[in-house]
């Protein structure tokens, strides 16, 4: 029997409430079990220590899952293809999977379909097929869906370039704090202002990205923020102490 080590006293209780369950068969517990070796929760001594996941382990539980219709299941198998995690590298069983799991509407699973249908990995490329999967879940409420269809809108890519609609599906982005998404909303509401609001709201999302630690930020920020009236900059900053004292 293979020695299991666990990385904590917790991820150990957890992994024994759903082994049993998970050899009994139940999907969810499989699929939960196979995150734990994914996220290196548990497995052999020498992994634990080097802090590696068990690929080999994740793969085994993910797998079992998603044959019985796991839909989280599935796409996260599907994601393991797309990046040669614990099996080969097969962009067209990723796109197998992630098709399944969006049969079910899996909104993640839907993104993940339509990245590969932008850059053409494991499907013909095609920007429209992209582009209606991206709007689905930017409604759904993803703010990866959101960001992509951002800059589908900023490019011009499969649409009309339209600044403002980016602006929008940036914000919805930025609000649920994706980083990336703060970063470029940021830019864009500073190199495309119409005046001082758009040129404060700019300033805010931009700094606080550079504070996340955003590469494109920090250096976009200070570029930009020495261009800027004083006003509008005393205005972001008091924004911006504002919403420190809440947090």
């Not at 993104?111 to 429209?128: E, I, K």
């Not at 960001?147 to 914000?171: K, S």
Request: glycine share 8%; proline share 3%.
């Amino acid at each position: 029997m293979i020695k299991l080590t666990f990385a904590s006293p917790e991820a150990e209780q957890k992994f024994y409430s759903l082994r049993d369950k998970a050899e009994a068969g139940n999907a969810d517990a499989q699929h939960q079990l196979g995150g734990m070796y994914l996220l290196g929760e548990v497995g052999q001594p020498s992994k634990i220590l080097a802090g590696e996941p068990d690929f080999d382990q994740a793969i085994k539980w993910f797998r079992l899952a998603a044959e019985q219709g796991h839909a989280d299941a599935q796409n996260t198998l599907g994601v393991r293809y797309n990046r040669g995690e614990g099996v080969s590298q097969d962009f067209a069983e990723a796109c197998r999977w992630f098709s399944l799991a969006e049969q079910q509407g899996n909104v993640s699973a839907s993104v993940n379909l339509a990245m590969n249908y932008l850059r053409g990995l494991g499907v013909p490329q095609d920007v429209n097929e992209a582009l209606n999967r991206f709007k689905i879940a930017a409604e759904a409420g993803d703010k990866l869906a959101q960001y992509h269809l951002a800059n589908m809108y900023q490019e011009g890519m499969g649409v009309e370039q339209d600044i403002e609609a980016a602006q929008h599906w940036l914000t919805q982005a930025a609000k649920q704090g994706f980083v990336p998404a703060q970063s470029m909303l940021g830019y864009l509401c500073l190199s495309h202002a119409c005046g001082d609001e758009h040129r404060v709201t700019g300033y805010v999302w931009l700094q606080r990205a550079a504070t996340a630690g955003d590469p494109d930020a920090i250096k976009n920020f200070a570029a930009l923020q020495s261009q800027l009236p004083e006003t509008v900059r005393e205005r972001a900053e008091q924004i911006l102490r504002d919403i420190d004292a809440q947090s």
